[in-house]
């Protein structure tokens, strides 16, 4: 009989609980202390928990640690190091202390660092986040400690995405504890939470393998579209298939063991598309759980020949695949800050996060579009089964009827308190409507309000969660600094606490109207009305990430101490570098695949053609019988034709770019110059895979791909 997930959850972790048996009172007591406030954990106390997490994890059959990071590449990384230390001639023992907890000097030469590391100074360190806990992995029979870190640069530059994922919460729980002290006295923690919604494919590994296009690049570069796609919408929320299924279960257990509490898995839209979720947790730790179950699902589907595709549209003409972020902020006195209360004073704390959360955005769209840019999201946004690349806010009719109200109601100098409470008891009548509306009906806005979160629509499937998750802590906490100035000065000017509150929210709400939007996202008339309302809509990466080097933008980060100017330029030409560097394997790889496998093939076949049509004469067929053959003869050589003169140019076209020394051009010349013959090749390559004989093709195609059973 199986165990039940209650028993085996979180088996695989250091948990609260390992540690109070394996930890003195005192030194337990001291962790717990440092976890929940961020402050430093001295050393003798390390030394003590490095012991303790040793005996843990030798126990269960470790023989190996490591520090475990998120570097810039987007994947996670590992350097194993044996606890097993000599001590004499042929004897050893294991040994593990506070120093190969906290520090380690993980070559940091081969990560991305934008120009932060010099070749001569190529140290980084990789620095123990005790706010995650440590786990183990296990790899076949192999189990390996891993201890969740901050990466960065020998002079303590950020080279990863976690060092800034937790300056930006704790701005952010800084900002918003002195915010819900107008409500609030004991509130001493506010901790902002994720819960993500993974969205993947899984295809067969023999089919998948034979794909060169998707082993090197992550997506078919080539293949037309089944003569069945998604048009009969009869995948979503469909049966799993068993294969499939026992590949779930299999990846489930091992994430409930390594405590990643996953709750929902279902069908998605398109064929062979797949979602996970769990219940949301702190962002870290969510984050690193995100990260966690990415690697893990594709380990175990190879146990099942299988392959997991997390890219963000991996196949043509069908669903790309996303990963939403829902959003929130919750006390430590048990209150979700943007969860509607009972009484009308919770009500105008969550009004005072909601609207502020509003204005942030508004300020921000641009900032939160560069943190989701990337060669892969651009085929989403904007392609019909995505948010646009327009950032917009949806809060449903409830929330709109009650900014207007608070819009109208509210006239600085004749807004009284009798007319603030009156106001607030209306507002308040009016939310219990609101919680049965759970304005969860526009599914195409990229940044809707469900109900008692956000939720944040245009991240892609394979992204780590960090970039946008230190965007919006990073808005959202300047936003409050600058609320509580505001509102501040009027209470210094005599005003009472609830009347200033309400009269600087009413202003947020007239000055960030221009951010939210109610009707269809994926409308032509959205975008035109957008561009009336002066939003910016970016379709492609590299624009997008301009944003990012701002004035607006460094002085944000470098005031909430997120970054340094100088890490947000690193981070900026990383990401370039990053959509050069797919840009051109992905050329690369085309080029190849047409040139060494489709044309072959499709002269092959023309071959055939030719041949039969001389068959026809030599027997005094009539012309005009052999014509069909002709036609498909003519139509092979053209296509065959203009593939290879395409080929020819797109790699002039490469040639052209590389040469460009500044990277921001050469980005720009890989998106407008190289990328469009993409597209090109793809038409006609896509062609002759209707016409050649289905024997000689030598690619698995989509309707194999996609529905496997
Ligand atoms: P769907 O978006 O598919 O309708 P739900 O709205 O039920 O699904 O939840 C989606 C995700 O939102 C889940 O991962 C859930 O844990 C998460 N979530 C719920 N409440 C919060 C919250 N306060 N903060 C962050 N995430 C939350
Ligand atoms: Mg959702």
Redesign the pocket.
């Known amino acids: 009989m199986a165990r039940k997930v209650s028993e085996i959850f979180a088996e695989n972790v250091f948990t609260e609980t390992a540690m109070k048996s394996y930890l003195s009172e005192d030194a337990f007591l001291s962790v717990m202390a440092a976890t929940k406030t961020g402050h430093k954990i001295d050393r003798k106390i390390a030394d003590q928990v490095a012991s303790a997490m040793k005996s843990w994890a030798i126990s269960k059959g470790a023989t190996h640690y490591t520090h475990w990071f998120q570097p810039l590449t987007g994947a996670t990384a590992e350097k194993h190091d044996a606890f097993f230390q000599l001590s004499g001639t042929n004897r050893g023992m294991e040994v593990f202390d506070s120093n190969a907890l906290v520090q380690q000097e993980p070559d940091a030469s081969s990560f991305p660092s934008g120009g932060l590391r010099n070749t001569f100074e190529a140290r980084g360190y990789s620095a123990w986040d005790p706010s995650s806990p440590a786990f183990l992995m296990e790899v076949g029979i192999g189990k390996t400690l891993c201890i969740p870190t901050i990466f960065v640069s020998y002079n303590g530059q950020a080279l990863d995405f976690k060092a800034p994922l937790l300056k930006s919460l704790q701005a952010l729980e800084t900002a918003a504890v002195e915010v819900c002290h107008y409500f609030d006295k004991n509130v001493t923690r506010v901790v ?6 993974q969205e993947y494919f899984v295809v067969d590994e023999a089919l998948y393998e034979a794909r060169p296009d998707l082993v090197f690049s992550g997506r078919t570069l080539i293949g037309h579209a089944p003569a069945k796609g998604q048009q009969l919408e009869d995948h979503y929320f469909g049966s799993i298939p068993e294969r499939v299924y026992a590949f779930m279960l299999d990846f489930e257990m091992e994430s409930f063991r390594l405590g990643i509490p996953l ?2 898995r279902h069908n998605e839209v398109a064929p062979s598309q797949f ?1 996970v ?5 702190e962002v870290n730790v ?1 984050v690193d759980h995100n990260q966690l179950l990415m690697d893990v699902m594709q380990r175990v589907a190879r146990r099942h020949k299988l392959r997991v595709i997390l890219h963000e549209k991996p196949f043509a003409g069908i669903n790309g695949s996303g990963k ?1 972020n ?5 006390t430590d006195t048990g209150k ?1 800050l ?2 509607p209360g009972r009484t009308p004073k919770t009500n105008l704390q969550f009004l005072t996060f909601f609207i502020n959360v509003i204005k942030a955005v508004s300020e921000g769209d641009d900032i939160i579009r560069a943190s989701i840019a990337s060669a892969a999201n651009d085929f989403r946004l904007g392609a019909n089964e995505a948010p646009p690349a327009i950032i917009s806010v949806f809060i449903g009719s409830y929330m709109t009827e009650i900014l207007g109200e608070i819009e109208s109601k509210v006239e600085s100098g004749k807004f009284t308190e009798e007319s603030e409470q009156s106001l607030r008891l209306e507002i308040h009548n009016k939310i219990p409507a609101l919680m049965q509306d759970n304005t ?1 009906r526009n599914r195409t806005s990229p940044f809707a309000f ?4 956000f ?1 944040v629509r245009a991240v892609g499937s394979s992204q780590n969660c960090s970039a946008t998750m230190t965007v919006l802590n990073t808005i959202v906490a300047d936003q409050l600094v600058a609320f509580k100035k505001e509102v501040d000065a009027l209470i210094y000017n005599g005003k009472n606490r609830e009347v200033a509150l309400m009269e600087v929210l009413k202003g947020y709400i007239t000055e960030s109207k221009k951010i939210l939007f109610e009707g269809n996202n994926y409308s032509d008339e959205w975008e035109e009305e957008a561009a009336r309302r002066g939003l910016n809509n970016i379709k492609n990466a590299p624009r997008a990430l301009d944003f990012m080097i701002t004035k607006k933008s460094i002085d944000l980060f470098v005031r909430n101490d997120v970054f340094t100017e100088e890490e947000i330029h690193a981070r900026h030409e990383i990401e370039l570098e990053k959509y050069i560097k797919i840009v051109q394997i992905e050329g690369r790889i085309i080029g190849e695949l047409v040139m060494n496998q489709i044309v072959p093939v499709a002269i092959q076949y023309e071959n055939e053609l030719i041949n039969n049509i001389r068959g026809h004469n030599e027997i005094g067929l009539h012309v005009s019988l052999s014509e069909s053959q002709r036609n498909l003869v003519s139509d092979i050589s053209g296509h065959v034709n203009t593939i290879v003169k395409l080929v020819n140019e797109m790699t002039e076209a490469r040639k052209a770019a590389n040469h460009i020394e500044n990277i921001r051009d050469r980005a720009i010349a890989y998106c407008d110059l190289v990328k469009p013959f993409f597209e090109e090749i793809r038409y006609h390559t896509d062609k002759l895979e209707l016409i050649v004989d289905d024997k000689l093709w030598p690619l698995p195609k989509y309707r194999e791909l996609l529905f496997m059973r």
């Open positions: 902002p939470t994720l819960g993500w919604e709750k929902t979602e979720a769990p219940y949301f947790e969510a939403h829902n959003w929130s902020m919750a979700n943007l969860s969860d469900t109900g008692n979160k939720e």
